[in-house]
């Protein structure tokens, strides 16, 4: 069973920046793509970014591309996201997941395990 934790959210103002990290217990963290997800109340989850195993390919959901960056670090079994510009709609409970193969995907459904979210609060 692979665990996943995700750390660095808080409260922030509208404008600021903030780095989620995860940290992964799985032995093979090389060899499989990485994303990000979001949920803020009373809404579905939503796809938030994606990297491949390697890190040499990304994909963004249309609103944060261009803020948020997503990364790997692979000799640490880690993955962050840099949240620049942070807005109040990207208040939400963030979580991690771990993809079944190598490719960066979209899809929730293409991802087989999770940790159990940070909460990030942007005030405007």
């Known amino acids: 069973q692979v665990q996943l934790v995700e750390s660095g959210g808080g409260l922030v103002q509208a404008g600021d920046s903030l780095r989620l990290s995860c940290a992964s217990s799985?032995?093979?963290?090389?060899?499989?793509?990485m994303g990000w997800f979001r949920q803020a109340p009373g809404k579905e989850l939503e796809f938030v970014a994606t990297i491949s195993a390697r890190g040499s390919a990304t994909h963004y959901a249309p609103s944060v591309n261009g803020r948020f960056t997503v990364s790997r670090d692979n000799a640490k079994n880690k993955v962050s996201l840099e949240m620049n510009d942070v807005k109040a709609e990207d208040t939400a409970h963030y979580y991690c997941?771990?993809?079944?193969?190598?490719?960066?995907?979209?899809?929730?459904?293409?991802?087989?395990?999770w940790g159990q979210g940070t909460q990030v609060t942007v005030s405007s």
């Open positions: 997941a771990q993809a079944g193969g190598w490719e960066e995907v979209a899809h929730l459904n293409d991802y087989d395990y």
């Open positions: 799985e032995h093979s963290f090389s060899t499989y793509a």
